[in-house]
């Protein structure tokens, strides 16, 4: 009399009713270890940043389409400002003569640019304004993502007189 029957199972030596501690198929736990954890968590970062850089760039080209745009809408503002003054402004006095007169300007029906602030690009930094300009009857530039002048690349400049 070894065993008692009890239900499906039988009391064995074990003393567990005949229910098995083995959950996988050699006698592990089954679960993942750490080693394939972290095989999971470094696909999941290779695949992040494959798909991250590829929106980066979206982004930054978007940024670049920005500024080529407002560019275009300061330059319309400009010929306002030149239709209604018979000029346009001064490399001194800069963009901030479409939000605020110029001291001695007659004609002012301004302001001629809206958003209350001379105009920035889409990386926060002023254009660069000036006129006579050496390409028109003014330059504007957008020093780019580096925010310095010049440039190649994804850093290149962003101008009134591109066709970029």
């Known amino acids: 009399m070894q065993a008692m029957m009890i ?3 039988s009391i064995g ?3 567990n009713g005949g229910v098995s501690r083995r959950h996988g198929p050699r006698g592990r736990q089954s679960g993942m270890t750490m080693m394939e954890l972290l095989a999971v968590l470094v696909i999941i970062g290779i695949v992040m940043g494959v798909v991250g850089s590829k929106f980066f760039g979206q982004a930054e080209e978007a940024k670049r389409k920005a500024a080529k745009i407002e560019i275009n809408q ?3 503002s400009l010929d306002l400002y030149k239709l209604e003054v018979g000029r346009y402004p001064t490399t001194s006095e800069g963009l901030q003569a479409l939000i605020t007169a110029p001291s001695g300007v ?6 001629y640019w809206k958003n ?3 105009p920035q690009d889409p990386w926060k930094n002023d254009y660069k304004y000036t006129s006579p300009g050496q390409h ?3 330059d504007i530039i957008s020093m780019g993502p580096d925010g310095k002048e010049g440039g190649e690349g994804p850093d290149r400049d962003i101008t009134s007189w591109d066709g970029q």
């Open 7 to 9: 239900g499906a199972g």
């Open 74 to 76: 300061i330059g319309q």
């Open 136 to 138: 028109g009857a003014y």
């Open 13 to 15: 030596p074990g003393g």
């Open 106 to 111: 007659s004609n002012w029906n301004g302001p």
């Open 116 to 118: 209350g602030a001379a």
